[in-house]
């Protein structure tokens, strides 16, 4: 996936809002954490990822999925953009934005793609 693809994908999601966290492309629904790209290896911070799917990503893709010393407590993946699909991207992300979304937001999206 490149860089403008995801970056197309996240703003897709209600209220995404763009900003910087550590110098790299940061991204926020409302005032809660929502991706960030990390610098240091081109990866994006996947949320609400339980340890056991992690684990389960991990040992199918791990080309893509991994995680640092830093994530090891935090229910999160690590995937690097250029070898993450789009599609799988974008379910990780609706995931995580109908988690953080105001339930109105949620609740029009829904009505919009039925």
Known sequence: M????????????????EGTSYGRPSFKVGDKFFTRLRGEDGSLVLMDVSFDEREMLMEAEPATFHFTAHYKDYPC????????????????????????????AVKAFDAAKA
């Open 77 to 104: 993946v690590l995937a690097r953009m250029k070898s993450l699909h789009p599609g799988s991207f974008r379910n990780f992300l609706e995931r995580r934005w109908r988690k953080i979304a105001p339930r109105a």
């Open 2 to 17: 490149t860089y403008e693809e995801m970056h197309a994908i996240v703003m897709e999601f209600p209220g995404a809002t």
